[in-house]
């Protein structure tokens, strides 16, 4: 079956250094989703992508899916303590299986 | 509106015992998914009902059960708990089969198995 590979699986950081997360799928993509999840907290629904090569911007996170929509990426420049989580990638397989497929996770701490 | 509501949001257990939760999804949403959430595991997706039918299924045995009804809230049951049962257990709704345009996550329920 389809499966989502997220990496790193950890990241701590100093606060105000950048941060990646990236998301690869064993098959192709209709769309690409992340969620961010506070400690203690549930899924939050941040973005989703659908077009190959799509680049999206919100404050200081740019989302990235791949050109060949199998991969993804999350970028947060200057990473505050308020980006503190996991953020988590979901992938809808192309083809019309209509289940999303989680990532495992990236959890990041931000040391102020 | 009025988000995806879950309860209860903790429930302790003992083995052996069943247990019932329950998921009220966004109003007009007709897909409910639920997932367990454990530390070391991620979100693992048990079932997902689309109107009142159960459509997808992870790999979870028999005793993890649940149902849909009519206007679209949702209950899942595990019987004979096992320690391993214990995690936070998430509802998340949806407007189309699959969460495939994204999901509302409910608060979940954090169940304690001792």
């Known amino acids: 079956g389809q499966q989502v590979m997220q990496i790193p699986q950890y990241q701590h950081v100093q606060e105000g250094e950048d941060f990646t997360t990236y998301c690869n799928s064993s098959?192709?993509?209709?769309?690409i989703q992340w969620y961010k999840q506070r400690p203690g907290g549930h899924p939050v629904f941040l973005i989703q992508?659908?077009?190959?090569?799509e680049v999206k911007k919100q404050k200081r996170l740019t989302f990235q899916f791949g050109e060949a929509k199998k991969n993804s990426s999350l970028h947060i420049t200057a990473t505050q303590t308020t980006d503190v989580g996991t953020y988590f990638c979901a992938g809808a397989p192309e083809g019309g299986s209509e289940k999303l497929v989680f990532g495992k996770g990236t959890k990041l701490t931000v040391n102020p | 509106k009025a988000g995806v509501t879950q309860t209860p949001r903790y429930l302790i257990k003992t083995r052996g015992q069943q247990v019932t939760l329950s998921c009220s999804p966004i109003s007009g949403h007709r897909s409910v998914s639920w997932y367990q959430q454990t530390p070391g595991q991620g979100l693992q997706f048990l079932f997902e009902?689309?109107?009142?039918?159960?459509?997808n299924k992870g790999n979870f045995p028999g005793r993890f059960s649940g149902r849909q009804f009519s206007n679209s809230r949702s209950e899942m049951n595990v019987s004979t708990l096992e320690l391993g049962d214990s995690a936070l257990y998430l509802c998340a709704s949806s407007l189309n089969r699959g969460g495939i345009y994204g999901y509302t996550f409910g608060s979940g329920t954090r169940l304690t198995v001792v």
């Open positions: 098959t192709t993509l209709s769309n």
């Open positions: 992508l659908v077009k190959s090569g």
């Open positions: 009902y689309f109107s009142e039918t159960q459509r």
